[in-house]
């Protein structure tokens, strides 16, 4: 049975920049394939920067995206599953 895809907004909040920005970039790079859309803005006055991804992907490849993201030290992310 072949898996469904899902189209999913996942918002980031990067907190340490220097540190996490690398291993952010490497790990959207690794999910290119699902990804149709990113953009980040930074928030100087918060010192963070803030994310949007649009992802579509399985409910597999989703989680295992935003699982990765979320184990990098001063990063958040939430997802909303939309269709």
């Known amino acids: 049975m ?3 895809n899902r189209v999913a907004v996942i918002g980031i909040i990067v907190g340490n920049r ?7 970039n ?3 790079s690794n999910y290119g394939n699902i990804i149709v859309g990113r953009m980040g803005i930074p928030y100087k006055e918060r010192e963070l920067s803030v994310m949007s991804v649009i992802a579509d ?14 184990n990098i030290k ?10």
């Open 2 to 4: 072949e898996k469904e």
């Open 18 to 24: 220097e540190e996490a920005a690398k291993k952010v």
């Open 26 to 28: 490497e790990i959207l």
């Open 57 to 70: 992907g399985t409910n597999d490849e989703i989680g295992a995206l935003t699982g990765k993201l979320g």
């Open 74 to 83: 001063g990063i958040k992310v939430k997802v909303a599953l939309m269709c």
